[in-house]
């Protein structure tokens, strides 16, 4: 896919000088598939602009591309979401990806104007249909540049943010592998395939480990076993995984930050510090 290279910028750099050259890069992206013939990724780019008005910490046209976005004013938030998205999402399916951030901000907004969303679209994302889906090595070069992220934007956010990641499907093993400081408050793990280590105890972390699987959801039908490499272990929505379960509704594999949901309602409050409902207490 033709692109230009990302923009060089220095760790220093303001973040509204950062935004900008995102947004050139952008456009210069969606200037290039257009003149190759590549309508449609041309339109996706342009969506993704927002008319000029999209704040990206990184953007990489290039091949199925990386965006790292912030949704809420960054340095004045100290209570940051990082989503970590899982299997299919690349600039093609951005959008669906960035509606869920959208839900969760505006979520976080009605509660505590001072939040912030990341969607951190910051690696090679499996196909759901593929081999390398059911191995650790894309989690694994996704973990080496979530951890550093992390430690930058924590930086970026007002002094003393809490950030929080919410760990989808296959994003769900990137963060169980990612090292996190103290700034990482919470870890929020939903439709996961499992991690690949035995329990909460067994993560790089000492965040708060949270697990949630909606009632719909496809994945509580893959085993839940590794051998040889494959496979990822013990699910952690199961109790002897030792995560803190929390209420994620009847949804399904693609539900759990879509407006007015139980599980939407759920990863707000780990973001805000408040206590979820339990899957208990949501059924009475």
Same mark, same amino acid.
């Not at 930050?257 to 707000?268: A, F, M, W």
């Given at each position: 896919?033709?692109?230009?290279?990302?923009?060089?910028?220095?760790?220093?750099?303001?973040?509204?000088?950062?935004?900008? !050259?995102?947004?050139?890069?952008?456009?210069?992206?969606?200037?290039?598939?257009? !003149?190759?013939?590549?309508?449609?990724?041309?339109?996706?780019?342009?969506?993704?602009?927002?008319?000029?008005?999209?704040?990206?910490?990184?953007?990489?046209?290039?091949?199925?591309?990386?965006?790292?976005?912030?949704?809420?004013?960054?340095?004045?938030?100290?209570?940051?979401? /990082?989503?970590?998205?899982?299997?299919?999402?690349?600039?093609?399916?951005?959008?669906?990806?960035?509606?869920?951030?959208?839900?969760?901000?505006?979520?976080?907004?009605?509660?505590?104007?001072?939040?912030?969303?990341?969607?951190?679209?910051?690696?090679?994302?499996?196909?759901?249909?593929?081999?390398? =889906?059911?191995?650790?090595?894309?989690?694994?070069?996704?973990?080496?540049?979530?951890?550093?992220?992390?430690?930058?934007?924590?930086?970026?956010?007002?002094?003393?943010?809490?950030?929080?990641?919410?760990?989808?499907?296959?994003?769900? /093993?990137?963060?169980?592998?990612?090292?996190?400081?103290?700034?990482?408050?919470?870890?929020?793990?939903?439709?996961?395939?499992?991690?690949?280590?035995?329990?909460?105890?067994?993560?790089?972390?000492? !965040?708060?480990?949270?697990?949630?699987?909606?009632?719909?959801?496809?994945?509580?039908? /893959?085993?839940?076993?590794?051998?040889?490499? /494959?496979?990822?272990?013990?699910?952690?929505?199961?109790? !002897?995984?030792?995560?803190?379960?929390?209420?994620?509704?009847?949804?399904?594999?693609?539900?759990?930050?879509?407006?007015?949901?139980?599980?939407?309602?759920?990863?707000?409050?780990? =973001?805000?510090?408040?206590?979820?409902?339990?899957?208990?207490?949501?059924?009475?």
């Amino acid at each position: 896919m033709p692109a230009p290279a990302p923009a060089v910028l220095a760790e220093h750099t303001a973040l509204p000088d950062r935004y900008a !050259a995102n947004r050139a890069n952008l456009a210069e992206a969606a200037r290039m598939a257009e !003149a190759a013939g590549r309508s449609g990724r041309a339109a996706k780019l342009r969506a993704m602009g927002a008319e000029g008005a999209a704040r990206f910490l990184v953007f990489d046209g290039r091949g199925a591309g990386r965006a790292v976005e912030v949704l809420g004013d960054l340095e004045t938030a100290d209570r940051v979401a /990082v989503l970590v998205p899982g299997s299919d999402t690349t600039l093609d399916t951005y959008q669906r990806f960035r509606a869920g951030a959208v839900a969760l901000q505006q979520r976080l907004q009605a509660e505590h104007p001072r939040s912030a969303v990341v969607a951190w679209l910051g690696y090679d994302t499996p196909g759901t249909v593929s081999a390398s =889906v059911l191995t650790a090595g894309r989690a694994d070069a996704g973990a080496a540049e979530l951890g550093p992220f992390l430690d930058r934007l924590a930086r970026a956010a007002a002094p003393g943010a809490r950030l929080s990641l919410l760990c989808h499907s296959y994003g769900s /093993v990137v963060c169980a592998r990612t090292g996190t400081g103290p700034q990482v408050t919470d870890i929020a793990l939903f439709g996961s395939p499992g991690t690949g280590a035995g329990s909460a105890a067994g993560l790089p972390t000492a !965040a708060r480990v949270w697990a949630g699987r909606g009632g719909s959801d496809w994945i509580a039908d /893959v085993p839940h076993v590794r051998l040889g490499g /494959v496979g990822f272990g013990t699910d952690p929505a199961d109790p !002897a995984f030792g995560a803190r379960p929390f209420a994620a509704g009847p949804g399904g594999h693609s539900d759990y930050l879509k407006p007015g949901t139980v599980s939407l309602d759920s990863l707000t409050r780990i =973001v805000l510090g408040t206590s979820p409902a339990t899957p208990e207490a949501s059924r009475v």
